[in-house]
């Protein structure tokens, strides 16, 4: 029989070292932005400092239903002499601008929202005072500027509302919106391609067309849409050189960055290296890390464009996801937030480690207001070990970890809040 | 001049009663679901348990890039005295099912994935080996199912994965894929549709038909949307009562709830009340609580669906939303969890409050590891002062917290999470 053509691994890197050179090779990119209707910017990422172009409110209103008064006329009011005023009209939050005025004795009606009448320093609730025919009672001293809104107090023209990398959340929008903007400028979600290897997959696909033959693609997806880029599953890859080669290059076109899974070790049919070595410099940066699970990840470089080459076992694919993918993500996202949620928690048991960093699975829990973080690895990181987790903690090398000492948790995304808080 | 129609609140509820008689009213709803693609389950809430319908992996694999082998006969290998073993085939993941054996002194090449051959015991990795021509080396004694995945190691037969309610995350997807389910049935998203009022809305309209003059709304139907319901913005009411009755009733034909905002205080003009009471019974059930602000939230059940009342002022708008609205849409998510994140907390000045519940907007953030709940509220709760919030703490009648004291706060949604941890 022939020989397998088996090769080897080079050198493997150092996990932080490798991500740090990925990261420092994509920091020169300038990010895409586009301008968007304001409706449709919840949770994207402001590329630009937010100013206030108005006073908000543009005018003084009040708060409150009930009477616009002048409250010096106030100063001698109590209980059992009240100070009555003659109601002399009404004002509506829609009546802006009036030229209604209040006189001495008088009161204006104004309904929440509605502006001050010339004159009046302050208003009354309705229910703290009394009504008699069109003459209204007030029983204690009313302070100026009660119940007034002045112009500017909310906003002031020029001031600064939200900075640039900011994650727009409802109430960024609502303020965006008073100061009658219907678009908002953000950066353009990361485009994230993800092609899974190889030929098992196609023959799945062949045997049940039906059903999600390339699964791991659609968890590497939906990890990759919860940190706030857009997934784009490109398919298979059959085991062939060619048409790994054509995939990769197709996709590099209409993404910033590609995710394989699968085909990027050492075995025979293993062709992402070697496609994305073919297809340009520097090609392939780093095959290999000091890791496990996920020691078969690595990257590359095409045209300017990462190529991410993860593991296709899901264990080693996920760590490998985490270690590259993830913090390129933040890095395409021009967020100011860190890209993981990061708890410090208790580890449950003992933890010791060898010579490489760990991705070690937890299922993190509060017990007794406490977060307690417990290693969830059954057999050989199956996907119901991830199913178990929600989220995981790097170990160094030779780290031996006591029950209960502290430990840094990412969780995976904002999803596994869900269940942690409360 | 006519004498305003000034109406006074039936008395205030307590907050937490009101809530509670809300949440009763609608405890017996059966929620709706639905058999959605897989591919659009992120985030959702599954509506019944799921079980393993198949044993993963169905039949004996390797997890690594190796040999196949009878690790009986490396009982005496060692670095000195290697073993050797004739290569007498090869076996790739595509290869299942099939008949190669492993007999006396041979070995398979397996790549990750691939099924064991009859007559192997264990695998041995590539980076184990030395290879000379057709034979491979093993310098270690190997054990029994090293680098094998058993028949059923990830799942068993009939096997609970995942709970109903449980919120499907990418991990729960991929689980669900490789059982060859291409669906999930979840809880239909609560259908909320969302009025704002009244007159001077509709006025900025005309004003400035570009501008989204029902900025409110906007921010409500943020918030749903973070929540998990699906929000549908209905306009703007018009200050008559015909006109607001209608919407109310076009609005509950096609929602399981409606919030609206505005025009259900004791003005004029607020005719919201009045609406519910006309469409049916029983109508308005709270109608102010003991809350400051927010006392002016109530709610109505008409045809057996709520509507939610709220405030026009945005301060109190926001509180009467976490009081009602959130908990309903909890309600109708069908989700195990917690409708909102909370964060125990050390306040960062002193507290006292009065006679009534207390929404009091905070910022949290990480100091030193702990967590400071910062009171925000400025002027008269302005939309800057939530802009400046990510959460609030409810605060009981009478009480007095000194500066440092806990408090737990609650963050308005997951957004909020991105800039808090880490």
């Known amino acids: 029989m022939n020989r397998p053509d088996i090769r080897r691994l080079p050198k493997r890197a150092d996990p932080y070292q490798a991500q740090d050179a990925l990261l420092k090779l994509v920091s020169q990119k300038t990010l895409k932005t586009e301008k968007i209707p304001l409706e449709e910017c919840l949770g994207r990422v402001l590329s630009k400092d937010a100013f206030s172009n108005l006073n908000i409110p543009s005018?003084?209103?009040?708060f409150i239903d009930g009477y616009a008064i002048n409250n010096e006329e106030t100063k001698t009011a109590n209980p059992a002499k009240p100070t009555a005023f003659e109601i002399t009209g009404k004002l509506f939050p829609v009546d802006y601008p009036t030229i209604i005025e209040v006189h001495k004795g008088e009161a204006i009606y104004?309904?929440?929202?509605?502006?001050?009448?010339?004159g009046a320093t302050a208003t009354v609730k309705?229910?703290?005072?009394?009504?008699?025919?069109?003459?209204?009672?007030?029983?204690?001293?009313?302070?100026?500027?009660?119940g007034i809104i002045p112009l500017g107090d909310d906003l002031r023209?020029?001031?600064?509302?939200?900075?640039k990398g900011h994650t727009l959340r409802p109430q960024d929008l609502g303020v965006l919106a008073s100061l009658k903007m219907t678009c908002a400028e953000v950066y353009k979600k990361p485009l994230v391609s993800i092609i899974s290897g190889g030929d098992e997959l196609l023959k799945q696909c062949q045997t049940n067309p039906a059903a999600i033959a390339n699964n791991y693609a659609l968890v590497v997806a939906g990890l990759t849409s919860e940190l706030g880029a857009a997934p784009k599953q490109m398919g298979i890859m059959p085991d062939a050189i060619e048409k790994v080669t054509e995939m990769i290059a197709n996709a590099l076109e209409n993404s910033d960055f590609i995710?394989?899974?699968?085909?990027?070790?050492?075995?025979?049919?293993?062709?992402?290296?070697?496609?994305?070595?073919?297809?340009?410099?520097?090609?392939?940066?780093?095959?290999?890390v000091?890791?496990?699970?996920?020691?078969?990840?690595?990257?590359g470089i095409v045209n300017g464009k990462p190529v991410i080459m993860l593991p296709g076992h899901i264990g080693s694919c996920i760590a490998g996801f985490y270690l590259f993918a993830a913090p390129l993500i933040g890095a395409f996202s021009g967020s100011n937030a860190a890209v993981l949620p990061k708890i410090n928690a208790k580890i449950s048991e003992d933890v010791k480690n060898g010579p490489q960093f760990r991705f070690l699975l937890v299922h993190l829990k509060r017990e007794n207001g406490k977060f307690l973080a417990q290693p969830t690895e059954g057999g050989s990181s199956a996907l119901t070990t991830i199913v178990n987790s929600n989220g995981y903690a790097m170990i160094p090398p030779h780290t031996e970890l006591k029950k209960n000492s502290d430990v840094d948790v990412f969780?995976?995304?904002?999803?596994?809040?869900?269940?942690?808080?409360?």
Do not use: W
């Open 411 to 422: 969780l995976f995304n904002k999803l596994e809040m869900t269940e942690i808080l409360p």
């Open 126 to 146: 309705v229910e703290e005072t009394r009504l008699h025919e069109s003459t209204v009672e007030v029983f204690r001293e009313i302070h100026t500027g009660e």
């Open 110 to 118: 104004v309904a929440c929202g509605a502006p001050i009448p010339k």
């Open 290 to 299: 000091l890791l496990r699970p996920g020691a078969i990840s690595g990257f």
């Open 259 to 288: 995710i394989t899974i699968g085909g990027s070790s050492v075995g025979i049919k293993d062709f992402v290296p070697d496609a994305v070595n073919a297809l340009g410099k520097p090609g392939v940066v780093t095959q290999g």
């Open 157 to 163: 023209k020029g001031q600064l509302i939200l900075r």
């Open 59 to 62: 005018y003084d209103k009040t």
